[in-house]
């Protein structure tokens, strides 16, 4: 493990301890050896001890891979610091690899004198040769990689049998097996100078008491205390390591990540408009755990709609904006292209809807465990006709919170449709979040009309507010207020099914204009820094763009950036921002989406940065892509 910028110290038993800013720690094993859940404990371990921390969990092939398999291999990476940190960290500085699998597929990504933990027990000859070795070769024999890392070899499997087989328990070995990873977990909170009593009291509370199986519970908790103990006094560690806690703003913080920051967003959005939310969606993956989520919710007016398909699940949303209420659907790419039609029709009656878009990576199927950026332009004109909709994006799981809140506002201001597009990055990744006073976030003003003073006026569900454009939200059912709307186009004012040409082009131009007129509430464009260049990023780019471009600074490249959270409309001062300088770059996890809308509406000529492995930018390749564009000026 590298150990630049660290400081050293003696502990109280001796051992030397050294301090680092940052270490960045990987999880790797089979798809069933519990990566995910060692990951999300861990983190929940840094987070206590006051560290920032960023997270990046890596799933297997959606298809279930053979045990063993490169395919099936699952992982989780956490990046912990003193500092304020915004990526899980490019090298990693520790990895533990479960099994051959998991230690060949992630080997490339260890830095250099990188600790490397692995369950010995399982590179067996079959295991070995399960994951493409050659015949005869086992690394762990390696001359070359011994000398490259520090690999320590733990008996795992062997170990977690040793201490939690009792005579008195009847347990049978398969369920003692599946707390190696606990083994592990005790293993790195040593290494890494973490306390194991919190997880401990968590995985008690959780198997003990909410699924009531307190023999899972112990076997657990007596895993994770060999693995510590094992680390304390194996001596197979020269030095333990430590991180400083970071600073942060006071407050009351939790660990959390973007799909659970879109529940609490709507949530709190429900509290802000004074009406409920239904919440109607198809699960599909990386957005399913926000219909689980949402489904917990029904004490603050939440409910929700498991539909058997998509088309079904926004159907049900726009029934629901049409009866008063915050119609809300979540998906993913292919899902969102099933919901074109439906969304068409939203627009067409102008109500009031959100549309939640986890963004997964590849066309069709694809590839629904990687994350993508590659459905901006579908959100922009995947349906067909004219067919505006605001759209949205978040830039890190807790930035999800104030955009599910933002779209909730955006949606009943203009009475339009909302494409909040995230990430499967930063759906499943997480944060630090500091927990808002809730009472500090403005309410959400909404108006219907009531039952007028006079009947004999028909009324005009196409009459509309002279500042937003927007059209009265009428409920169904109020004397006086009696209306029909649906697909075919409107009549302007009266809403009757209309054919004329002048008419149609009218309501075109409205429907796109009330849009635009939301540039008056949406906040302008903020820039970072100094420079000719402009580093310009929309969604999970941020983190990545922001540790890059600091980077170049300490290189003394002088260098601005932004990012965009707003997209139609875009915010008003773009325009001005992208003409200040002579060099955009924009980053993106597509083939160069935003770069085209920006080329298009301002005639700038921007230079993309892409990437399409199915993952974000790592930050190394960024600067050096961003440091060549700008000919290594400084």
Known sequence: MSTTNSASKSTKNGAQAIELPAVSVRFCGDSGDGMQLTGSHFTDIVALAGNDFATAPDFPAEIRAPRGTLFGVSGYQVQFASTEIHTPGDAVNAMVAMNPAGFRSNLEYVEQGGIIIVNEDEFTTANLKKCGYEEDYNPLKDDVLNSSYKICKVPMSRLTRESLVREDEDVSVKDIDRCRNMFALGIV???????????????????????????????????????????????????????????????????????????????????????????????????????????????????????????????????????????????????????????????MMELPLVILNIQRAGPSTGMPTKSEQADLLQAMFGRSGECPVIVIAASSPGNCFEMAIEAVHLATRAMCPVILLSE???????????????????????????????????????????????????????????????????????????????????????????????????????????????????????????????????????????????????????????????????????????????????????????????????????????????????
């Open 424 to 634: 499967g990055a930063l759906g499943n990744a997480a944060e630090p979040w500091r927990v808002p006073n809730i009472a500090d976030i403005p309410e959400i003003t909404i108006t219907h009309p009531e039952t007028p003073e006079s009947t004999d006026e028909p009324f005009m569900p196409y009459l509309r507010d002279e500042e937003t454009l927007a059209r009265a939200w009428a409920i169904p059912g109020v004397p006086g207020l009696e209306h029909r709307i649906g697909g075919l186009e409107k009549e302007d004012v009266t809403g009757t099914v209309c054919y004329d040409n002048e008419n149609h082009a009218l309501m075109t131009r409205n429907r796109a204009e009330k849009i635009q007129r939301l540039q008056s509430v949406i906040p302008e464009l903020e820039v970072e820094g100094e420079g000719d260049t402009l580093v310009l990023g929309w969604g999970s780019t941020r983190g990545t763009i922001l540790t890059a471009v600091a980077e170049l600074r300490k290189k003394g490249h002088s260098i601005a950036t932004s990012h965009l959270h707003y997209i139609n409309p875009f915010p008003k001062n773009l325009g001005e921002v992208l003409g200040s300088y002579s060099r955009v770059i924009i980053p993106e996890v597509n083939t160069g989406q935003l770069r085209l809308l920006l080329r298009g509406e301002f005639l700038v000529d921007a230079i993309g940065i892409n990437n399409l492995s199915g993952r974000s930018f790592y930050v190394h390749e960024l600067a050096e892509k961003i440091e060549a564009i700008m000919g290594g000026e400084s």
């Open 189 to 347: 909170s040593w290494l890494f100078s973490r306390e194991i009593e919190p997880t401990i009291e968590k995985i008690v509370e959780y198997f003990g008491v909410v699924k009531k199986q307190p023999v899972i519970a112990q076997l657990n908790s007596r895993a994770i205390k060999a693995g510590y103990y094992f680390g304390e006094t194996a001596e197979l560690f020269p030095s333990r390591y430590q991180v400083a806690p970071a600073k942060h703003e006071k407050g009351e913080y939790r660990r959390i990540s973007g799909n659970e920051a879109l529940v609490l967003g709507l949530a709190t959005a429900t509290q802000k408009i004074g009406k409920p939310i239904l919440y109607a969606s198809y699960p599909i993956t990386p957005a399913s755990d926000v219909l689980h989520g949402m489904a917990r919710l029904k004490q603050f007016g939440i409910r929700t709609f498991q539909a058997e398909d998509e088309i079904a699940a926004v159907m049900t949303a726009i029934g629901a904006s049409f009866a008063g209420q915050i119609g809300v659907t979540g998906t993913s790419g292919p899902g969102l292209a099933l919901k074109s039609e439906a969304i068409g029709l939203a627009v």
